[in-house]
């Protein structure tokens, strides 16, 4: 393999990333990347790529699920960035501390690292999820007041942790923020959807639908994790 054809840095950005998903995954990419080990209950664990079929080798007679080696994909312990917006602005070893989720040993490790690091202003609309999240709702956009800039300002922020962050390969961008209602709008096609943002239509347009717009004309990925209908019409 020569250096032209060295995997590129990838990236992930969590929207939501404050939340049990995004936490307990940016940990588990620190675990990896330094190769901790953590008391348990029941002894104790190394951290491992297991569930991460990129990042796992083949298996059994046929491969198995495992990738690693198969394909020209980036290791994802020294080739990945990950990064992502939240509406909260609990630092992020502190979120992981309190969902309780992870073993404390793995969490104590982790933790300051993980509060040091950027949580960048998200998107929000209160129609669009539950009272419940109103009052927390205090880490956001609000200097962008339209479609356009919401739309413009998260472009921005692909572009700087791409920058930041050495990235210059593909950035997936993941929605693991709260469900949102559904969306009462619907779209011919890319021209319509980009025409209402752009002439700040009052359309029914949710905070998943504008990361998702971001992403497309920043040539990233969208993965939707919600149940609400991002652009499924």
Same mark, same amino acid.
């Given at each position: 393999?020569?250096?032209?054809?060295?995997?590129?840095?990838?990236?992930?950005?969590?929207?939501?990333?404050?939340?049990?998903?995004?936490?307990?995954?940016?940990?588990?990419?620190?675990?990896? *990347?330094?190769?901790? *080990?953590?008391? +348990?209950? +029941?002894?104790?664990?190394?951290?491992?790529?297991?569930?991460?079929?990129?990042?796992?080798?083949?298996?059994?007679?046929?491969?198995?699920?495992?990738?690693?080696?198969?394909?020209?994909?980036?290791?994802?312990?020294?080739?990945?960035?990950?990064?992502?917006?939240?509406i909260r602005s609990t630092p992020l070893g502190d979120a992981l501390y309190e969902s309780r989720v992870l073993d404390y040993d793995l969490v104590r490790q982790v933790r300051e690292e993980m509060?040091?690091?950027?949580?960048?202003?998200?998107?929000?609309?209160?129609?669009?999820?539950?009272?419940?999240?109103?009052?927390?709702?205090?880490?956001?956009?609000?200097?962008?007041?339209?479609?356009?800039?919401?739309?413009?300002?998260?472009?921005?922020?692909?572009?700087?942790?791409?920058?930041?962050?050495?990235?210059?390969?593909?950035?997936?961008?993941?929605?693991?923020? *709260?469900?949102?209602?559904?969306?009462?709008?619907?779209?011919?096609?890319?021209?319509?959807?980009?025409?209402?943002?752009?002439?700040?239509?009052?359309?029914?347009?949710?905070?998943?639908?504008?990361?998702?717009?971001?992403?497309?004309?920043?040539?990233?990925?969208?993965?939707?994790?919600?149940?609400?209908?991002?652009? *499924?019409?």
């Open positions: 393999m020569t250096s032209n054809d060295k995997p590129k840095k990838t990236g992930m950005l969590v929207v939501g990333l404050g939340g049990n998903n995004g936490v307990t995954l940016l940990a588990g990419h620190i675990a990896n *990347s330094k190769s901790l *080990s953590w008391e +348990t209950q +029941t002894g104790r664990n190394a951290a491992n790529w297991y569930g991460c079929i990129t990042q796992l080798e083949p298996r059994g007679e046929h491969g198995g699920v495992g990738f690693k080696g198969r394909y020209d994909l980036a290791d994802a312990t020294t080739e990945m960035a990950v990064g992502g917006w939240d509060n040091g690091m950027e949580i960048m202003k998200g998107v929000y609309d209160a129609s669009f999820v539950g009272e419940s999240q109103h009052e927390t709702a205090t880490h956001v956009v609000s200097d962008a007041g339209d479609w356009k800039s919401k739309v413009e300002k998260l472009r921005e922020d692909i572009r700087s942790f791409r920058k930041n962050e050495g990235v210059d390969g593909h950035i997936t961008v993941i929605w693991s923020a *709260s469900v949102e209602r559904l969306a009462d709008v619907e779209y011919e096609g890319a021209d319509a959807l980009l025409n209402a943002i752009d002439s700040n239509a009052k359309d029914d347009i949710s905070p998943s639908i504008l990361y998702a717009v971001a992403s497309a004309l920043e040539g990233c990925s969208f993965v939707n994790g919600g149940s609400q209908n991002t652009l *499924s019409s």
